[in-house]
């Protein structure tokens, strides 16, 4: 009876992370083929149940940190993640407290804050992109050559 409630849950859990394919619901699945073993073996539900739960917790916790580093090592930046780091020509003034500033990236113009709230970058001063907050760039002033 129960061997097939885990087995239900594992498949289920399976489709759901070939769907997702965010390692997410796979350890949980692993737990269930734990509960199942034990299922099979004659263990009761509350013995099925202990080691579900300490198999998808415990290959949660140890082994889903190595599982992201290696599987996702080759992913690539998206557009926006590349403009982090440029060095952008600002387009008008950046003054937090006004409210203002702009520069034209990859022929896109956005709208440009400072990182630090009292600083101000004038029109045609280079800045480097250090983050982006939603429709804004955070930058900070370049002080090197020319970077463009």
Known sequence: MYTMVWLAAMIILIVIEIVTVGLATIWFAI???TAIIVSLFGGGPLLQLAAFLSVSFGMLIF????????????????NYEGIIGKVVRITQNVDNIAE?????????????????QGS?????????VVDIKGVKLIVEKY??????
């Open 120 to 128: 101000k970058i004038a029109l045609g001063d280079l800045a480097k």
């Open 100 to 116: 203002t500033g702009c520069a034209i990236v990859n022929g896109q113009e956005w709208t440009v804050r400072a990182v630090k």
């Open 63 to 78: 082994t889903r940190p190595f599982a992201v580093k290696y599987i996702n090592s080759t992913r690539t930046r998206t």
């Open 143 to 148: 002080e090197g050559e020319d970077g463009l």
């Open 31 to 33: 737990g269930a083929l």
